[in-house]
C-alpha cells in the first residue's frame, strides 16, 4: 500500500497525478487499467484543484493507494464539502449542438471505475475509487 | 470548391487533457479565425480526458457558427472508446 501526501496542492496537478501514476500499484497494472485510473485520477485531482480550496488556502491532498484483487484509490482532502457525485450526468444521446460543455469528468469515472464512493467525515472530503482488473 | 471545404491540418502531441488543452484550444481558435476549417490529426494521441473532449466540441461550435468544418483523422482505439462512452463519436466527420 501507498501513502502521499501532498502540500500544497495548489498548481501541484501535474505533479500530483504524476506520483500517483507512479506508484508501484498502479505501474503494474496493464495498460488498459492504466489508461482509466488515468482518466479517473486526472478528473479527481482536478476537481480538488478547482473546488476544494478557497484562492488562499493552499490545501492538502492525502492519497491512499491498495491493491489486492482490485485497485482501490482514496482521495482525503480537508477542504470545502464538496461531493462530485451529485452532478447530474450529461444525456449522451443528445446532439452537438444540444450538448454542453460540462458533467462529462465524472460520467467518464463512473463508466470506468467499478465503483465510486462518498463520504464527508471528520472535515474531510473522501472519495473512494475501485477497478477491479480485467 | 468553396472556401469551407478547405482543411488545415493539425496535429495533436500524444495527449490531450487538463495540461495542454489551453494550447490546442488556442491553436484550433487560430485556425478558425484564418477562415479555415481543420482537421485535426489524432494518430500520436491516445489519451482523452473530459478537457480534451470539451475542446473538441467547443472547436466544433465555433467551426459550424462560422460555416467551417472540423474533420477527425487517425483516431486510437483508446480515444475511440471514450468518444463512443460519451457520445462524442457521432459529432464528427472522419477522414
Not at chain 1, 10 to 29: H, N
Not at chain 1, 40 to 47: D, F, G, L, P
Not at chain 1, 88 to 112: A, H, Q, V
Not at chain 2, 61 to 80: P, R, T
Request: net charge negative; hydrophobic share 40%; proline share 3%.
Amino acid at each position: 500500500m501507498s501513502t502521499l501526501h501532498f502540500q500544497p496542492v495548489k498548481g501541484q496537478a501535474r505533479e500530483i497525478l504524476d506520483a500517483i501514476l507512479q506508484s508501484p500499484e498502479v505501474t503494474s497494472c496493464n495498460m488498459k487499467t492504466i489508461l482509466a485510473l488515468r482518466l479517473a485520477c486526472e478528473e479527481i485531482v482536478m476537481n480538488v484543484m478547482t473546488y476544494a480550496y478557497l484562492p488562499h488556502d493552499d490545501g492538502w491532498l492525502d492519497v491512499h493507494i491498495l491493491k489486492t484483487d482490485r485497485i482501490t484509490i482514496r482521495f482525503e482532502d480537508g477542504g470545502l464539502p464538496f461531493n462530485p457525485l451529485e452532478q447530474k450526468n450529461p444525456d449522451t444521446g443528445m446532439s452537438w449542438k444540444e450538448r454542453c460543455i460540462g458533467g462529462l469528468g465524472i460520467f467518464i469515472l463512473r463508466r470506468k471505475m467499478d465503483d465510486v464512493r462518498y463520504a464527508y467525515e471528520n472535515n474531510r472530503n473522501i472519495l473512494t475509487i475501485e477497478k477491479a482488473f480485467t | 470548391m468553396d472556401k469551407a471545404q478547405s482543411l488545415e491540418t493539425y496535429k495533436l502531441d500524444k495527449a490531450l487533457d487538463s495540461f495542454n488543452y489551453q494550447q490546442v484550444q488556442d491553436d484550433i481558435m487560430g485556425i478558425l479565425e484564418r477562415g479555415s476549417g481543420v482537421m485535426i490529426d489524432m494518430s500520436a494521441c491516445n489519451y482523452i480526458s473530459s478537457t480534451g473532449l470539451r475542446v473538441l466540441l467547443c472547436s466544433k461550435k465555433v467551426a459550424a457558427a462560422k460555416g467551417l468544418k472540423i474533420c477527425l483523422s487517425g483516431i486510437s482505439d483508446e480515444v475511440k472508446d471514450i468518444m463512443n462512452v460519451t457520445g462524442f463519436i457521432n459529432f464528427f466527420d472522419y477522414a
